[in-house]
Nanobody, 118 residues
Framework: QVQLVESGGGSVQAGDSLRLSCAAS????????MGWFRQAPGKERQFVAR???????YYADSVKGRFTISRDNAKNTVYLQMNSLKPEDTADYYC????????????WGQGTQVTVSS
């Protein structure tokens, strides 16, 4: 089993920055991809960013140029640096872990809330 714990959420003003962290523990295997998703109230969960075990990154169009995903394999931790935050970024943010090169995610964190006020 793998456990994912997110941290770093909070309430900020539009234009501010936040950095989310997600620490993985347990038997994640030797290589895996990690991603960030978010879900706003009353809306479906949406993809935000993904980083492969090789370090390749992918982003939703809505966050390109503002968010950066990175990982520290030694710490089994993935980060999401969020700059120039907008009120529409308000959501619960979840990290997820899946097999390298795949498209599914097998493990999910409990989420951390991000609120951006105008």
């Amino acid at each position: 089993q793998v456990q994912l714990v997110e941290s770093g959420g909070g309430s900020v003003q539009a234009g501010d920055s936040l950095r989310l962290s997600c620490a993985a523990s347990g038997r994640a295997g030797s290589s895996y991809d990690m991603g960030w998703f978010r879900q706003a109230p009353g809306k479906e969960r949406q993809f935000v960013a993904r980083i492969t075990w090789r370090g390749y990154t992918y982003y939703a169009d809505s966050v390109k140029g503002r968010f950066t995903i990175s990982r520290d394999n030694a710490k089994n931790t993935v980060y999401l640096q969020m700059n120039s935050l907008k009120p529409e970024d308000t959501a619960d943010y979840y990290c997820a872990l899946g097999p390298a090169g795949g498209t599914r995610y097998d493990y999910w964190g409990q989420g951390t809330q991000v609120t951006v006020s105008s």
